[in-house]
């Protein structure tokens, strides 16, 4: 089959096209899906889990059409249905012609959009739900600041958190995403390019961020005393993994953070994705590559304001 290989290591990848890699084989209660297209998140090639993964295979969403299921698999997908999943953080393998997932990953795809949109979505659904509802636990009345609002992740957690907490959101991103970010449903917006832009938001009770680095560290100061920093920017903060505090938690005792890596979870992509079918979120815009053009994808992938999320074609039937 024709899969999407990294060469190399996390400091120096390489994307390459391979057109005879085995077809895998569907074991237990797994489920081979035929892949027609397959998202892309520019920060996976930093990602340690790849490179000890033996196929070097990247891409953990995926959407396409059940080929087959193990001897084992008794739910409710069927052969020959359409379907998306989330394929998890130690595996991956979904940028291929053919891949394997658990059933705790897969669901049906919606039908409103086409199998390249759907590829784009299960990373920034499961994130944004898992910040909400397991790592914030935001409800309405809440005052809410998403960084890197503009992105995938970002522009997802804040439709996600506007239309189902009822939480105050705010959104960080370039002046040129602002009215987009106001449809989206953010209540106000803050530009990253404004000096001080995190004096301006004061008491906030949660901060959603998906930028790090100085971004991440500019967000204590608009944290409430008593409010939850949750980050899922790469690279990941020096104290995640437990690896001890952060600096600027220094007089700050009651500010909880959090770094996570998102978890599959097929009933919660299930009822995400009905949101996209009932119009509640709206889908993102993606710019489709060939398969042949892997490496080009990726490289739009990993540039700053692009507007859009690459996606891979990988059945050679998604127009860009
Ligand atoms: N831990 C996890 O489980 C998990 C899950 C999903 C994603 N992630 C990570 O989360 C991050 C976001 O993913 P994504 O798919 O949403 O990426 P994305 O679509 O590329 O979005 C990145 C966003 O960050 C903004 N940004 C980048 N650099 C910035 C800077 N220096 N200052 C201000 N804003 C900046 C971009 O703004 P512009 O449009 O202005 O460039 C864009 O809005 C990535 O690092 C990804 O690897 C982690």
Redesign the pocket.
């Known amino acids: 089959m024709k899969a999407v290989q990294v060469i190399g290591d996390a400091l120096s990848p390489h994307i390459s096209c391979n057109n005879d890699l085995p077809q895998p084989t569907p074991r237990a209660a797994e489920m081979l899906i035929q892949v027609h297209a397959a998202g892309i ?4 090639v ?2 340690p889990e790849l490179y000890r993964t033996p196929s070097r295979i990247p891409g953990h969403e995926i959407s396409g059409v059940i080929a087959s299921t193990g001897p084992d698999y008794v739910g409710p997908l069927k052969v020959g249905q359409e379907v998306a999943a989330f394929l998890t ?1 130690e595996r991956g393998e979904g940028q291929a012609e053919y891949a394997l997932c658990s059933a705790d990953e897969v669901t049906s795809k919606p039908t409103s959009i086409s199998h390249a949109e759907a590829a784009a979505l299960p ?2 659904l499961l ?1 944004a739900w ?1 910040a909400i509802t397991d790592h914030a636990k935001i409800t309405s009345g809440m005052k809410v600041l998403v ?9 997802i957690f804040t439709q996600l958190a506007a239309h189902l907490t009822g939480a105050e959101v705010i959104a ?3 002046r040129q ?1 602002h009215e987009s970010l106001k449809r989206l449903g953010a209540h106000s917006v803050l530009d ?1 390019n404004t000096e001080d832009w995190e004096k301006a938001a004061t008491g906030v009770d949660v901060i959603f961020d ?6 991440l560290a500019k967000t204590w100061e608009a944290i409430s005393d008593s409010g939850t920093i949750i ?6 903060p020096p104290w995640a993994f437990g690896k001890g505090p952060a600096a600027e938690s220094v007089g700050r005792p009651g500010v909880k953070y959090i ?4 978890s599959p979870n097929s009933e919660r992509l299930r009822k995400a994705l009905e949101f996209i079918d009932t119009g509640v979120v709206k889908a993102l815009n993606i710019k489709t590559f060939p398969f042949e053009e892997a490496s080009q994808a990726w490289s739009h ?7 859009y ?1 690459a996606v891979i074609d990988l059945k050679g039937a998604e127009k860009s």
């Open positions: 998140t520019g920060d996976e930093t990602w953080a990373i920034p994130t898992e960084t890197g609002a503009s992105g995938a992740v970002g522009s960080l991103a370039s995403n990253y998906t930028v790090g680095g100085d971004i980050t899922v920017a790469d690279p990941p770094y996570f890596v998102v992938a990993q540039g700053r304001n692009r507007g999320k």
